[in-house]
Structures are given as structure tokens and as C-alpha cells.
């Protein structure tokens, strides 16, 4: 179990890695309401992910804010939590025919960031 800020801070960061190729897929969109609904306070996940879809925030600005709770919540992160924060990038990313480059990239960048922690 993790609080809810971990919660905003992987639903912002979800909603980076959907906007990173330039726009919000219907699978992936279908994909990030399929895995919140098991996680904990994943519906606080689901309003930091359509609240940023909402005022249209930038891929950066949605990726820093969801980074600064996850670092200030870093205790929380045990090992399997941030394989399972990884994992659930993946699948969000595969939700689509295709894993965009920028998606490549940002996941990449979210594992190196995530295992420092």
C-alpha cells in the first residue's frame, strides 16, 4: 500500500508517457483506466491523469510534478512498487500498435530516474 500522493505522482507521470507521441490514444486511454482500478487510491490516479488531459498540461510539466511526489514520497517505493511502476508504463505504452520513440524514451528516462530512488 502507498498514499496518495504516490498515486498522484504515478497518474501524472502515466499521463506524461500517454501524451509524449502528441496525442492521448483511445486504447491507452482504456489501458490507464483498466490498471488504476486495482491500485491503490487509483481513482486519485485517474483524476491527476484526466485532470492533466483536462487543461491540456505539457508532457514535461505533467512528467516533473508526478517525479517531485514520487522523490518526496521515495520511502514508499520498495523494489517491486517501482518494477510495478514500470510495468505499468509498458503496458500503457503497448495498449496501441506501436511504442512511439518519445515513449520509448520517456520510459527509459522514468526507470533510470525511478531506480535511483
Do not use: W
Amino acid at each position: 500500500m502507498y498514499s496518495p500522493d504516490v498515486s498522484l505522482g504515478i497518474g501524472s507521470v502515466v499521463y506524461a508517457l500517454t501524451k509524449a507521441d502528441g496525442r492521448l490514444q483511445r486504447e491507452e486511454m482504456q489501458t490507464v483506466k483498466e490498471v488504476f482500478v486495482d491500485e491503490p487510491h487509483g481513482d486519485l490516479a485517474l483524476y491527476s491523469f484526466f485532470l492533466r488531459e483536462n487543461i491540456g498540461e505539457s508532457v514535461e510539466d505533467a512528467y516533473s510534478f508526478g517525479m517531485r511526489r514520487l522523490i518526496e514520497k521515495r520511502a514508499e517505493l520498495s523494489e517491486p512498487l517501482k518494477k510495478r511502476f514500470v510495468d505499468i508504463l509498458i503496458r500503457v505504452a503497448r495498449a496501441h500498435d506501436t511504442v512511439s520513440c518519445e515513449e520509448r524514451e520517456l520510459i527509459q528516462r522514468f526507470t533510470d530516474q525511478i531506480q535511483r530512488l
